[in-house]
């Protein structure tokens, strides 16, 4: 498939969406040079689960509704 630039800048969102869904490559022309847009391989999976925090909060969670929070204000409750 070949473009212009200007061509490529009225649809640039679907000849993306043409090449990430096809893989075709799309040719465009800038003046006399010639580009190509291509799809690259897929990324590799991540090889690492995301990190937990399983106990983030220590202690017993109920306490923390009777804690006193400062109302920022620079006096005291």
């Given at each position: ?13 679907q000849?993306?969406?043409h ?9 465009v ?5 010639e ?43």
């Open positions: 498939m070949k473009h212009t630039a200007t061509g490529l800048r009225a649809h640039l969102y000849v993306l969406d090449v990430a869904a096809t893989g075709e490559a799309v040719h022309m800038r003046g006399d040079v580009l190509c847009i291509v799809r690259k391989k897929k990324a590799p999976a991540r090889k690492k689960k995301p990190r937990t925090l399983p106990r983030l909060i220590v202690g017993n969670p109920d306490a923390l509704v009777h804690v006193e929070w400062p109302t920022g204000d620079g006096q005291d409750p």
